[in-house]
């Protein structure tokens, strides 16, 4: 027999969007429920290991994101969780957040507790009831057995616009031209990494690194992350296809977080892709811990100590919405009328099919604005989406996915979607000076 809920906002998709949306709606007062597939929080941060957090700050480290994800980080530090945001050794960003993900998976669910939020885990949405041009209710299909969820309104953080899609909504993937997607990465830590021995390669020789590490403070700061070992690389003959070596401190003392592997060419929405990238990222980390600990000074000593639940996945579906915002206006440093987040984040594409990686900095004042129009879909009235799946091009897509971005527009949408029901309208029409103003009183820079 089937069982059926029914709530004010109904979010699904339990990542740093859905957790940030779910608390910023449960505080209004709206009765919220928020599904996980999972049996734990944290999304990519969690499940596939996407360490640290990039970046709550502009290049010349002003913050720009704020609000719940900055009491996050706050409140992650007060139980060593984290040691707050850190100068970013790579010199990609002025800031990294290092946290812990088991900490974090426990503070989500006191703050969503506090906040008289609803979470149910080992949940998956497999079906969505569309009467007119409005969400009626979703289909969860569990061990318990189906699941039916109705609600007022609907806020999509499955990163993969897996509400807006099974609703009718119109979605895009990938690049123009060819739909093809960033690759996915298996992310795997190692312990018994000498970090000591790092820094002396780095000193060593700067050129074998990324061209903005600040190699000349490394004597005063922390080694935070470390990019290059490019000859090394070059070298190895490892067939993965990427052109440099990148991992970060941490959250341990002797522990690093690898992000080389790079899985190219599948969907991260056919399960059958799923299937072959998962298998394909296992025999990467492998590869790429070998070549670690027989080449790269520090890691004579290191063992991979966790590797992902899943494979980490950059791209997927987004939607078409209100707004596509573009690679220009986050290079310009654009904002909008409606801008209801910030973000210092350069764009950083991972190349669907060759090594690199194309980066961009961002302009004028180092931050770009989100506008509320690209977490408004076209054609269901009652539906907003936060995180990797806000409505963008394929290349600003590439700065919009990062964990603090998702976190501050799942804040927002979490917002307006418990707004629209105290006023009384569709997300798309309600007063957006108003929600603006409600962000900016609960600590968001916008």
């Known amino acids: 027999m089937k069982r059926e809920l029914e709530y004010d906002v109904v979010v699904a998709g339990g990542g740093p969007a859905g957790i940030n949306a779910a608390i910023a709606s449960g505080r209004t007062g709206a009765s919220t429920l928020l599904i996980e597939r999972y049996g734990f929080l944290g999304g990519m941060s969690t499940v596939a290991l996407v360490y640290p957090w990039m970046t709550f700050h502009t290049e010349s480290g002003r913050q720009v994101i704020k609000g719940i994800a900055q009491e996050i980080v706050e409140r992650l530090i007060e139980r060593n969780g984290s040691p707050g945001h850190l100068r970013d050794t790579v010199g990609f960003t002025n800031t990294l957040t290092p946290y812990h993900p088991e900490k974090y998976k426990l503070l989500a669910l006191e703050m969503l507790d506090e906040a008289g939020v609803e979470v149910l885990v080992h949940s998956f949405v497999d079906k969505v009831e569309v009467v007119g ?31 807006a899609y099974l609703s009718g909504a119109p979605c895009l993937k990938g690049r123009e031209g060819d739909s093809k997607t960033q690759p996915m990465t298996m992310k795997f830590r190692m312990r018994g990494v000498d970090l000591s021995k790092v820094k002396e390669a780095m000193q060593a020789d700067p050129s074998n690194f990324y061209k903005k590490t600040p190699i000349a403070e490394l004597d005063v700061i922390p080694i935070t992350g470390v990019q290059g070992f490019y000859k090394e690389w070059k070298a190895s003959g490892v067939p993965i296809n990427r052109d440099q070596v990148l991992f970060f401190a941490g959250p341990e003392e002797d522990e690093v977080l690898v992000n080389c592997t790079r899985v190219q060419g599948l969907d991260g929405t056919d ?19 070998e070549f670690l600990q027989q080449k790269i000074p520090g890691f004579e000593k290191a063992s991979i100590s966790a590797v992902g639940s899943q494979i980490g996945i950059r791209e997927t579906r987004r939607i078409d919405g209100q707004y596509a915002l573009t690679i220009e206006d986050v290079v310009a440093g654009k904002k909008f009328d409606d801008t209801i987040a910030l973000s210092g984040y350069p764009v950083d594409i991972h190349d669907p099919t060759g090594k690199g990686v194309q980066a961009n900095d961002i302009e004028g004042d180092g931050c770009y604005g989100i ?31 990062l964990t603090p971005s998702a976190m501050a527009t799942g804040q927002a949408a979490g917002t307006a979607a418990a707004l629209a029901i105290t006023d009384d309208v569709a997300p798309k029409n309600i007063d957006i000076k108003k929600l603006q103003a409600i962000l900016v009183d609960n600590g968001v820079v916008i």
């Open 271 to 289: 399960v059958f892709d799923l299937t072959k990238a998962e298998k394909e990222g296992r025999k990467q980390v492998l590869m790429m811990a």
């Open 133 to 163: 041009s409005k969400i009626k209710s979703i289909n969860l299909t569990t061990k318990s057995g189906p699941i039916q969820v109705s609600a007022k309104q609907f806020v999509d953080t499955t990163g993969d616009a897996d509400l």
């Open 371 to 401: 506008p509320y129009r690209c977490l408004v879909p076209k054609g269901i009235e009652n539906l907003l989406v936060a995180g990797r799946c806000i409505s963008t091009t394929h290349e600003a897509l590439a700065t919009t996915r």
